[in-house]
């Protein structure tokens, strides 16, 4: 059977799909942009709920720090209400929103002059751990944050953006203002030492 | 022959390896798909890349920040109020909006008139003086009245340089330059009779008409 995504997740029954296609979540989001580029403070705060989330999970892997984290995101949403009228629907609007957070989070990182990169030697050796069916979910991620977090911040935000905020590589380079290339490079060389970084819990 | 199509197969799997995280998340476009789901029903070094990749996926690392939107909203509503919005045209169109239609029509075109008087004076002050050439060359100085150039011997005492000037009908205009040079003013007249006297002394190191040649 052909891998399809999270295809081994899906129960076979088939249930009525009443979660909204991408095109309509798009529409929706442009709408908010246009009424806050006229001022509408309630689409704002609308706007600003449903991606506090997403940048907040985003912004985590970048920072690491809770205060920098709603800084930043503040700090981009205020751009959003100041720009909304610059929005011209060249990309999509989690697209824009995201590649100002990740200029805004580079700054930051930048202000703070400390590297947010963890050591991989924290991660237990192979011999440490318990066999493959009694480690713990819990010990599964936190392993997997410590690796993500010893990569260099911008194979990091690839791998962040692409696993678990599903965007494409074509997003991503937006997001980034990097060629595609770039993307699938750095993809490339995160996958690599993660691989490396992991052998002893996902192999 | 073999080794041609391996080289195919070697480039389908490169390409086809660097698009499967994308593969996993659903985002490649149909024609990439295919091409994907082709190459990896007989790889089987991409299907355990898949699956490590799933694995991957499926394990998120949790947040240990737990930001509270609540709070950082009420942080930054003050902010909202505060801050100009818009870009900068947008803004200027909406401050000439505001101003032409919030203020008497007498106050609209006094200030007009106001801007269009100090645009006019702004613009006579950065153009340049008619047809006056206000060029000067260092080396004729026509406004002192000089026309001849001369220069004593440092000994000369100033007794002897009065009465050699008297002499020759000459008066110092200007000097001493650097050079020890004076600038003198002789009838034009008397001009070549007088750089004739002035050489005459000893005293006298140099003596020249600043004239266009006809005096020398």
């Known amino acids: ?203 | 022959m073999n080794g041609r199509i391996l080289q195919l197969n070697n480039s389908e799997h490169r390409t086809v390896r660097a698009l499967l995280p994308w593969f996993v998340v659903d985002t490649l476009t149909a024609e990439e798909l295919a091409l994907v789901q082709a190459h990896v029903l007989g790889c089987t070094q991409c299907q355990a890349d898949l699956d490590w990749q799933r694995k991957l996926l499926a394990v998120e690392p949790r947040s240990n920040a737990n930001p509270d939107v609540e709070r950082a909203f009420a942080k930054l509503r003050p902010r909202l109020d505060t801050t100009q919005r818009g870009s900068k045209r947008r803004v200027l169109i909406e401050f000439l909006n505001n101003f032409w239609h919030g203020n008497p029509q007498w106050m609209r075109w006094t200030l007009v008139a106001q801007f269009s008087v100090i645009l006019a004076l702004t613009f006579m002050l950065a153009t340049p003086y008619g047809n006056v050439v206000a060029y000067r060359a260092l080396g004729i100085a026509k406004n002192a009245g000089g026309n001849a150039v001369v220069v004593f011997n440092p000994e000369t005492s100033e007794q002897d340089l009065r009465r050699i000037l008297q002499d020759a009908g000459a008066h110092i205009v200007d000097g001493p330059t650097v050079t020890d040079a004076y600038l003198l003013n002789v009838p034009k007249d008397k001009l070549s009779a007088a750089i004739h006297v002035l050489r005459s002394h000893r005293a006298v190191v140099l003596a020249e008409s600043l004239g266009s040649g006809d005096d020398r």
């Open chain 1, 1 to 203: 059977m052909l891998p399809r995504k999270n295809a081994d997740d899906k129960a076979d029954v088939e249930a009525p799909d009443v979660r909204p296609r991408p095109s309509q979540i798009e529409s929706h989001e442009i709408q908010l942009i246009s009424r806050v580029a006229e001022g509408d403070l309630h689409a704002f705060e609308t706007l600003y709920r449903l991606y506090f989330p997403r940048l907040t999970r985003f912004l985590d892997r970048m920072t690491r720090s809770v205060y920098l984290i709603e800084e930043i995101v503040n700090d981009t949403m205020l751009v959003v209400w100041q720009k909304a009228d610059t929005y011209n629907q060249s990309c999509k609007v989690s697209t824009w929103i995201f590649s100002i957070a990740y200029r805004k989070a580079l700054k930051a990182i930048k202000r703070q002059d400390k590297p947010v990169e963890a050591d991989f030697e924290r991660i237990p050796a192979g011999s440490d751990v318990e066999p493959d069916h009694e480690v713990s979910r819990q010990q599964c991620q936190k392993s997997v944050g410590i690796a993500l977090d010893s990569l260099p911040v911008e194979q990091r935000t690839v791998v962040n953006l692409t696993y678990y905020h599903g965007m494409g590589y074509q997003e991503i380079a937006e997001t980034m203002d990097c060629p595609v290339n770039t993307v699938k490079t750095r993809m490339f060389h995160a996958r690599r030492r993660l691989k490396t970084m992991l052998s002893s819990l996902m192999d």
